[in-house]
Nanobody
Framework: VQLVESGGGLVQAGGSLRLSCTSS????????MGWFRQAPGKEREFVAA????????DYADSVKGRFTISRDNAKNTEYLQMNSLKPEDTAVYYC?????????????????WGQGTLVTVSS
């Protein structure tokens, strides 16, 4: 499974961005998906996760109410809509996939990763 993120960029605090993650595989619907982020000098942290069918989601407390994860299995794509962005949201954002579980929170639980896309939020 190859994952490619897009949609990162520079945005002012309070603004919005939508990240996309597209899979090259034909079995996208079999994978539980997630988003993680890594800020400079910090460890990679969980942001959000979505079940295979997209009917269940989970979020880190720091983004709950501001970010929305979704997926379109027909397009082999997952999304992360980010609203009310804050400077502390600045990080490289990674999408991740795994077929062994659902709503996974730990990075080591995901077998497949994208290359990351940089989100910078200016104050």
């Amino acid at each position: 499974v190859q994952l490619v993120e897009s949609g990162g960029g520079l945005v002012q605090a309070g603004g919005s961005l939508r990240l996309s993650c597209t899979s090259s595989g034909r079995t996208f619907s079999r994978y539980s998906m997630g988003w993680f982020r890594q800020a400079p000098g910090k460890e990679r942290e969980f942001v959000a996760a979505i079940s295979r069918r997209g009917d269940s989601t989970d979020y880190a407390d720091s983004v709950k109410g501001r970010f929305t994860i979704s997926r379109d299995n027909a397009k082999n794509t997952e999304y992360l809509q980010m609203n009310s962005l804050k400077p502390e949201d600045t990080a490289v954002y990674y999408c991740a996939a795994d077929y062994r579980g659902q709503l996974l929170h730990q990075a080591e639980e995901y077998a497949y990763w994208g290359q990351g896309t940089l989100v910078t939020v200016s104050s």
